[in-house]
């Protein structure tokens, strides 16, 4: 029996290449782990990798790569390419310059050219980094309100938790006036040693001093320090100031996977009204980072206070992990101040300051001044520069508008400030109210500046002039403000409920963003002052950002397998390498193998021999042997998954596939005997299931001797399956007769019977016949068939050699059908022959033995279907042979059944 099915892909130039590579020498690197000592921060140590080429031919060395390439370097002296000549060592210099505290490691990947193709090996590279390490309590000052003149002194502790001295000079601590450090440098502090520091903050000028200063704290490390001041201001305004120890973007900080690092966040305002923190969220907000003691917003800090919350990070994901946290506040900004006042001859009437009697005007020149002197910002050290334009509108005597620019639109430093203050103080009331034209006016002046809040202030004691409404209405007037993007807020001073200026101030600030206010007296308009200048700065975005790398073991992505193609129950096996690119060992604790669809499978496994847990040391390697076992045939795809210790128990996959192949024995072995015009059986086996091959098709081809055997029909065999079996044309050769069959279900099972063959027994040239199966595939040819000898059909006596061979499917004169009815019951059977012309025929009844029951008998027959009576009486059931004999000699054989 032969038991190959289908041939197994074998690459010779793979195997060839392999056996030249072993008989050349592999690539030798030593050692393959460099161990190095603990070297400070500012030091450097060095070794040396050897390449041994053991082989008779030249190799180049043509790359050396880092994985980080952050601490590690490669020594001088090596350059890219380099010739390794036969049976000689190259040494590859590489130096450890730490650039943090802790372990450290990389990999050194090797590549060289070799006449066989190029080969590398990878190094590992150990070693650990020492330093001092700094932390400071507090990071920020925050120091009392100080005016130019006077000073203020605040103690810093500067502790050094790290393994080595830290010193302190000014080269590392230099604080900007006019914060002046008190406290004589250089200054050593040891390991585990406390320095305590002064710093004075000694204003010399009026303003918000704010600055931020980076402090060493060891390796790369950078702590953050704030000092905040601020004297007794001109202007009003919450001012806020963010200040961290830790997640600083400019420091290397790094934690391990599952530990906790905490920094506290201090929210300072520098300024001299209270800071309002409308809300805190974080940018992305998934990352791990928390605020452990939140503070209820909105929350408020005086002026010259701080509040601090404490954020810690416990994150499950690997990598660098950077947020940025969101604060608004009312923290002021630049704004440009448009400010326009009504001098119309209504502003001359009497208001009431408490009980005492003032006018209209005198109470806008007023407020109009502390506006000036306690709203408008000049601080360039914290980059807030307000701007502002003073106009009055009035109509002349003659009914013409007279609207001036008294003050144009620039930045309010001391000096423009007091000639702010005169020009406001010289205002006299004249005569009519242009305020729409007037509105227009100041929008334009207002939006010739750069900031990107600009808003009008409107001082009025009433709605405009008629003709002024209907040349320039309100909704006009509006969509002109908000199309350069100003805000108009308006204060009515002294407004007459019976008129409607009310309604007018409140319509043409409601549809511009602002807001409109009712003075009616003298607190109430400076009330409104206030307000205009607390709504300004509301929604001011502060913007944190945080940073720190979380350290793991991960293992990179392994590439996919593909299997040979693999006899079904067979085994094959393949390694499959896990790298650790990540930091500290990975503790790979399980592993699962899946098809594609998600279902557990076994047709992929583990090697034998591996067991759990398994350690990859941090830069390095494991090979696992991953095997092959398919159940079906035809191509097998799953997924192995290996658990391991990595953030978030991240799984490593790689992608499983290969073909299987079976063999299946298709075989037609039986012997039957059987006389002239008899029916005998010859069933087709299949002798291996398929049941699990996912088989719907099964073609194959029978081949016999066609003067013995007539094919007179094809059935299901017993492990068919209940598959249709569909027999082809018959085609007849010189003296063979071949037929194709065709067997389809769904997943017919086996093994056993496929089908069975019957054939009308004759009267041929031989007395016996093979049964060949000639060809036989399964679907898809896979599994491949296995044909397996032939079945026998040979005549069971000899009494009938004396007749003439009959030429089966060659051109006869006389055809003969079956015996009707059968199984016979009655006295007679029918037999129906077809003759082409007149012709003479004779007719003998045989018993199955050969025995002649009726002598012969003659029958005339006509051209065309003739019926023939055969008498059955006294014949017992049985089965009996009807030879009708032509002229020609030709004898044609037909069975009788008789069942009594």
């Not at 197994?8 to 060839?16: D, F, G, T, V």
């Not at 003032?358 to 000049?378: C, D, E, G, H, P």
């Not at 075989?667 to 049941?691: A, C, E, F, M, N």
Request: hydrophobic content about 40%; aromatic content about 6%.
């Amino acid at each position: 029996m032969v038991r190959r099915l289908l041939r197994r892909p074998q690459s010779i130039a793979l195997l060839l290449a392999a056996i030249a590579l072993l008989t050349a020498g592999a690539l030798h690197a030593q050692p393959v782990v460099v161990s190095f000592p603990t070297v400070p921060c500012d030091s450097a140590a060095c070794d040396s990798v050897v390449i041994t080429n053991g082989t008779t031919e030249s190799w180049q060395l043509i790359a050396l790569d880092m994985r980080d390439s952050t601490s590690y370097r490669i020594g001088p002296g090596v350059s890219i390419p380099t010739a390794i000549p036969s049976n000689s060592r190259l040494n590859v210099p590489v130096c450890f310059v730490p650039e943090r505290r802790g372990a450290i490691s990389d990999s050194l990947l090797i590549i060289v050219a070799t006449a066989h193709g190029n080969d590398s090996i990878r190094v590992r590279l150990t070693g650990r980094g020492s330093g001092p390490a700094l932390d400071v309590t507090p990071s920020v000052l925050n120091f009392p309100k100080t005016n130019p003149g006077a000073n203020a002194v605040l103690p810093m502790v500067i502790h050094n938790n790290g393994e080595g001295p830290y010193t302190l000079d000014a080269s590392n601590l230099s604080i900007p006036l006019p914060f002046v450090l008190q406290t004589t440098l250089p200054q050593v502090i040891l390991p585990g040693d406390s320095l305590i520091i002064q710093v004075m903050f000694k204003p010399d000028s009026n303003g918000i001093y704010s600055v931020a200063v980076n402090l060493p704290s060891g390796c790369t490390s950078v702590l953050q320090l704030g000092f905040n001041g601020v004297t007794d201001l001109i202007g009003t305004g919450a001012v806020i100031r963010l200040s961290k120890t830790g997640f600083n973007p400019a420091n290397n900080e790094q934690i391990p996977c599952d530990s906790v690092r905490c920094s506290t966040l201090t929210f300072s305002n520098v300024g001299n009204a209270p800071l309002i923190v409308e809300s805190v969220a974080w940018a992305i907000g998934s990352l791990g980072y928390t605020i452990t003691n939140p503070i209820p917003t909105p929350f408020i800090v005086a002026p010259q206070a701080s509040r601090d919350i404490e954020i810690c990070i416990s994150s499950r994901q690997r990598g660098m992990l950077r947020d940025t946290l969101l604060v608004t506040s009312n923290s002021r900004s630049s704004i440009a101040f448009g400010m326009l006042i009504d001098v119309s001859g209504s502003m001359k009437e009497t208001m009431y300051c408490g009980a005492t009697p003032s006018t209209r005007m005198v109470q806008a020149i007023t407020q109009a001044k502390n506006f000036i002197n306690r709203a408008l910002l000049y601080l360039p050290a914290v980059g807030i520069l307000d701007e502002l334009a003073v106009t009055t509108y009035t109509t002349s005597n003659f009914g013409r508008s007279s609207i001036k620019d008294i003050f144009p639109l620039q930045i309010i430093t001391d000096p423009a400030r007091a000639t702010a203050l005169n020009a406001v103080n010289a205002l006299t009331p004249q005569a009519g109210t242009p305020t729409g034209e007037a509105v227009r006016h100041m929008v334009d002046v207002v939006a010739k500046s750069t900031l990107t809040n600009r808003v009008i202030v409107l001082l009025t004691d009433g709605e405009a002039d008629t003709d002024d409404q209907l040349t320039y209405p309100i909704a006009q007037v509006a969509a002109y403000a908000q199309q350069r993007g100003i805000r108009v807020f308006t204060i009515g001073i002294g407004l007459d409920p019976l008129k409607g200026g009310r309604q007018y101030l409140q319509s043409l600030a409601n549809a511009t963003g602002g807001q409109a206010y009712d003075a009616s007296d003298c607190s109430s308009l400076q009330a409104a002052f206030e307000a205009i200048t607390d709504l300004l700065s509301r929604g001011a975005k502060s913007r944190e950002p945080f940073q720190i790398k979380i350290l793991s073991p991960y293992i990179v992505q392994v590439q996919d397998v593909a299997f040979d193609s693999v006899y079904v129950k067979g085994t094959e096996c393949h390694t499959i390498t896990l790298t650790n690119a990540g930091e500290g060992n990975a503790v790979v604790d399980s592993v699962n193998f899946r098809t594609m669809l998600g279902d557990p499978t076994t047709e992929f496994s583990l090697g034998s021999g591996v067991t759990f847990p398994i350690t990859i040391p941090e830069s390095g390697q494991v090979q696992l042997t991953v095997c092959f076992t398919p159940d079906s045939i035809r191509m097998r795809r799953g997924k192995v998954t290996f658990y391991y210790n990595s953030c978030g128990a991240i799984p490593v996959s790689a992608g499983l596939s290969g073909p299987a192949w079976a063999e299946a024995n298709l075989r037609i072995t039986d012997k039957r005997i059987g006389l002239p015009g008899q029916t005998v059986t010859l069933p087709v086996y299949y002798d291996s299931t398929v049941s699990a091959y996912s088989v719907d098709t099964i073609t194959y081809q029978m081949r016999w001797n066609k003067t013995m055997l007539d094919l007179r029909g094809v059935r299901p065999g017993a492990q068919s399956g209940g598959a249709t079996l569909t027999a082809g044309p018959v085609h007849y050769g010189d003296r063979e007769a071949t037929v194709d069959i065709v067997a389809t279900g769904n997943h017919m099972p086996g093994a056993g019977e496929l089908a069975q063959l019957d054939f009308m027994v004759l009267r041929g040239d031989t007395l016996g016949t093979s049964v060949e199966l000639t060809s036989g595939t399964f679907e898809d040819d896979n599994p491949r068939t296995i044909l397996n000898n032939a079945g026998f059909v040979e005549l069971d006596s000899t009494c009938f050699r004396s007749a003439k061979p009959i030429n089966v499917g060659a051109a006869a004169k006389i055809a003969v059908g079956d015996a009707s009815p059968t199984p016979a019951s009655d006295l007679v059977v029918t037999l129906p022959v077809t003759a082409d012309a007149d012709a003479i025929i004779t007719l003998e009844l045989y018993s199955n033995d050969g025995t002649l029951l009726r002598q012969a008998r003659r029958y005339d027959l006509v051209e065309g279907t003739n019926s023939l009576t055969i008498d059955l009486d006294g014949m017992a059931s049985g089965s009996y042979y009807a030879i009708v004999r032509a002229q020609d000699g030709t004898a044609l054989f037909r069975k009788i059944l008789l069942a009594r």
